[in-house]
């Protein structure tokens, strides 16, 4: 069955340091994967997408990877502050129209 | 970006009861739209799609009579719960595209169901 896997572990660093979170899938072939945030008590928010032929990704401090060898996405964010605290979903598209996500992971950016 | 309004936010009901929650599109015409339900550090879970002036797809295990959808108009989307029970209590979220952004969803804040 189709699967997306993301770190259920809450990721802790320091603020100023670079985030770097994982996203993995198996059983899917996506034209392309988004990243949300999501903080709590809210519906989550648009970050970036890749698709399928595209490598690499960036807006700002957010930088996306996709290997569609590995089935994987890295997302980071560098120059991490205290505000970018929430939790990451990755999010692939299932036939045209649907998007399904994973579990997302936490991230906690310590002053 | 689009805006995306659900309401209500919250909300406490008795076991039995229906409870309808609202979704918007302020800014845009949503022909179709998404709903999700979300368990506490779970994933979202895509319960149907919406499709204005059709009926709903409903994804596999999402009983279509307990969770009513109603797309009457390219910016209103409703899902009834009907005969809530405590195992349906849960975070909705709906959702929808915006033509012009392409494939990202724009969300609404959600409602948090309780049933008593």
């Given at each position: 069955?189709q699967?997306?896997e ?10 100023g ?20 945030r999501?903080d709590p008590g ?6 970036l997408l890749?698709?399928?032929n595209e ?8 930088k ?16 991490s ?27 906690a950016v310590?002053? | ?8 936010s ?29 368990f506490?550090?779970q ?7 919406s ?8 994804e596999?295990g ?52 309780s049933?008593?």
């Amino acid at each position: 069955s189709q699967k997306i896997e993301q770190n259920s572990e809450a990721l802790n660093i320091q603020e100023g340091k670079t985030a770097t979170l994982t996203c993995n899938y198996t059983n899917y072939s996506p034209a392309y994967l988004q990243w949300y945030r999501q903080d709590p008590g809210r519906g989550p928010v648009f970050l970036l997408l890749i698709r399928e032929n595209e490598k690499e990704k960036r807006k700002e401090r957010l930088k996306v990877t996709f290997d569609t060898t590995l089935k994987q996405s890295l997302f980071h964010i560098t120059a991490s502050q205290p505000a970018d605290s929430a939790t990451y979903l990755c999010a692939l598209n299932r036939g045209y129209n649907k998007l399904i996500f994973g579990a997302g992971t936490r991230l906690a950016v310590h002053p | 970006g689009a805006v995306v309004s659900q309401h209500p936010s919250r909300v406490i009901c008795k076991s039995g009861t229906s409870v309808k929650i609202e979704c918007r599109s302020l800014d845009f015409q949503a022909t179709t739209m998404f709903w999700y339900r979300q368990f506490p550090k779970q994933s979202l879970m895509l319960m149907a799609t919406s499709n204005e002036g059709s009926k709903a797809t409903y994804e596999q295990g999402v009983e279509k009579d307990k969770f009513l959808i109603n797309h009457a108009s390219l910016t209103l989307s409703t899902l009834t719960v009907t005969s809530a029970h405590p195992e349906d209590s849960s975070f909705y979220i709906c959702s929808a595209r915006e033509v012009r952004e392409g494939e990202k969803l724009f969300f609404g804040s959600g409602t948090q169901l309780s049933v008593l």
